[in-house]
T-cell receptor, first 114, second 116 residues
Framework: AQKVTQAQTEISVVEKEDVTLDCVYE???????LFWYKQPPSGELVFLIR??????QNEISGRYSWNFQKSTSSFNFTITASQVVDSAVYFC???????????FGSGTKLNVKP | KAGVTQTPRYLIKTRGQQVTLSCSPI?????VSWYQQTPGQGLQFLFE???????NKGNFPGRFSGRQFSNSRSEMNVSTLELGDSALYLC???????????????FGEGSRLTVL
C-alpha cells in the first residue's frame, strides 16, 4: 500500500490564483515526520518544510502555507497568489520513527501560466 | 557552502555492464542516502549510510550496493545492468546530531543513467 498518496498528478492554474496540493499519508508509527519538497525543471529537489507528528500547528511562510491534520492523515500545501516560478513538481514525503528513509508520494506537477 | 555533488551527471551503459556513481555530501553531513527516480515508480529509497555503515535499505535487489568512506563520500554500484535500471539516481545528505535524525535532506542534481 502506498504510504504517501498525492492524488493530483498535474494541476494548471493562471498566475495569481491560489492552489492547494493534497497529500494523504498512512503510518502506524506514533512518531513520524512529513515533508514537502519542490523539484523544479532543473531537477534538484529542494526542501520546503518539515512537520513532526506531535506538532499539528499550521505553518505559513510567505505565500506558502501548510495544513497538517492527523484526524484525516493529511498534510496539504497551499500556494497563495501563485507565480510562474512556482511551476515545478511538488513531492510530499513521510519518514517514520526518525529514520532517514523517506517514502515519497508520486508528485504533483504544478503549471502556473502567465 | 558547497551543495551535494554527484558524478557523473549523465552516463550510458549497455545491459549486463556495471556502473558506479559517486556522491560528495555537504561538508559536515555524515548521513548519505540514495534514491532512484523513474517516471513509473517515482522516488524510491535505495539505502542510507552513516559513519560508513548501512543503516537502512530499501526493497531493491542485491545488484544494488553502496558504501561510504571515512570522509562521508559515498558510492553506489549497480551490477549486471538491466533496461529497467534506467533512472535518475539521487543522492541526499543530512546533518545528524549524534547520529540522530534531524529531518532535512539536501539533494544533489542526480546522475542520469541510461541502459541500452
Amino acid at each position: 500500500a502506498q504510504k504517501v498518496t498525492q492524488a493530483q498528478t498535474e494541476i494548471s492554474v493562471v498566475e495569481k490564483e491560489d492552489v492547494t496540493l493534497d497529500c494523504v499519508y498512512e503510518t502506524r508509527d506514533t512518531t513520524y515526520y512529513l515533508f514537502w519538497y519542490k523539484q523544479p525543471p532543473s531537477g534538484e529537489l529542494v526542501f520546503l518544510i518539515r512537520r513532526n507528528s506531535f506538532d499539528e500547528q499550521n505553518e505559513i511562510s510567505g505565500r506558502y502555507s501548510w495544513n497538517f491534520q492527523k484526524s484525516t492523515s493529511s498534510f496539504n500545501f497551499t500556494i497563495t497568489a501563485s507565480q510562474v516560478v512556482d511551476s515545478a513538481v511538488y513531492f510530499c514525503a513521510l519518514s517514520e520513527g526518525g529514520f532517514n528513509k523517506f517514502y515519497f508520494g508520486s508528485g504533483t506537477k504544478l503549471n502556473v501560466k502567465p | 557552502k558547497a551543495g551535494v555533488t554527484q558524478t557523473p551527471r549523465y552516463l550510458i551503459k549497455t545491459r549486463g555492464q556495471q556502473v558506479t556513481l559517486s556522491c560528495s555530501p555537504i561538508s559536515g553531513h555524515r548521513s548519505v542516502s540514495w534514491y532512484q527516480q523513474t517516471p513509473g515508480q517515482g522516488l524510491q529509497f535505495l539505502f542510507e549510510y552513516f559513519s560508513e555503515t548501512q543503516r537502512n535499505k530499501g526493497n531493491f535487489p542485491g545488484r544494488f550496493s553502496g558504501r561510504q568512506f571515512s570522509n562521508s563520500r559515498s558510492e553506489m554500484n549497480v551490477s549486471t545492468l538491466e533496461l529497467g535500471d534506467s533512472a535518475l539516481y539521487l543522492c541526499a545528505s543530512s546533518w545528524t546530531s549524534g547520529g540522530a535524525f534531524t529531518g532535512e535532506l539536501f539533494f544533489g542534481e542526480g546522475s542520469r543513467l541510461t541502459v541500452l
